[in-house]
């Protein structure tokens, strides 16, 4: 079975600051792609980041950055110099080769960014 | 163009009417997605289309109905809804549904009240 967890409903951060926001899978599946997308309260799924379980480099794109941990199956997102735009639902999910390529999501980790 | 729309962005219905959700994308992409997702909760996939054939019913209610009339297009028929169907309907495009690094792109979304 595949699964996505996301251990905080709800995190602040101060402006300025960097926020690591956690994520956790499980497959037994080698092959899975791993992504982030912003939800701001507009609705629209942002895409942000992607990673590869083959890819040896964590995933980089702007302030976003993943800090992906095979081993011990995660990875986080790192948002460094957070603003205020950042506020909003961030999902992680997953992408599994062997089940026909759903996506799986995670439940969802609410972050505020404070001036 | 990278973007995808939904139309209407809000929709009130009651539980005796027909209505129609409208997505559209121009990127050339062959998976398409509808999702429900309800407040602070990750988006619940609903069906995909691959080659504009269905490829995936997740079990949905026959009071929803999916329709692709071709790769640009995809709509969901609603029909005899039930107040609990109330929710953010997301639609999303993917270049296939082969491959995990296929990130979906989601469009606005339809808020759908049915009273």
């Known amino acids: 079975a595949q699964k996505i967890t996301q251990t905080q409903p709800g995190m602040f951060v101060q402006e300025k600051e960097a926020v690591t926001l956690d994520c956790t899978y499980d497959?037994?599946?080698?092959?899975?792609?791993l992504f982030w997308y912003k939800q701001p309260s507009s609705g629209e799924m942002i895409f942000l980041i992607y990673?590869?379980?083959?890819?040896?480099q964590n995933a980089t794109e702007g302030r976003y950055s993943l800090n992906f941990q095979k081993a011990r199956k995660s990875a986080n997102l790192v948002i460094s110099a957070s603003q205020l735009g950042d506020s909003a639902m961030y999902f992680c999910a997953m992408r599994v080769t062997n089940t026909g390529n759903q996506f799986y999501f995670g439940t969802g980790t609410s972050l505020t960014v404070i001036p | 163009d990278t973007e995808v729309t939904q139309t209407p962005k809000h929709l009130v219905m009651g539980m005796t009417n027909k209505k129609s959700l409208k997505c559209e994308q121009h990127?050339?992409?062959?998976?398409m997605y509808w999702y429900k997702q309800k407040a602070k909760k990750p988006p619940e996939l609903m069906f995909v289309y691959s080659y504009e054939k269905l490829s995936i019913n997740e079990s949905v209610p026959s009071r929803f109905s999916p329709e692709c009339p071709n790769s640009s297009l995809l709509n969901l028929h609603l029909h005899a809804l039930q107040p609990e169907d109330s929710a953010l309907y997301l639609c999303?495009?993917?270049?296939?549904?082969?491959?995990?690094?296929?990130?979906?792109?989601f469009g606005p979304g339809t808020r759908l009240t049915v009273l």
């Open positions: 990127m050339g992409h062959r998976a």
């Open positions: 497959t037994s599946d080698p092959s899975y792609g």
């Open positions: 999303a495009s993917s270049p296939t549904t082969s491959g995990t690094h296929n990130e979906q792109f």
């Open positions: 990673q590869g379980s083959y890819d040896q």
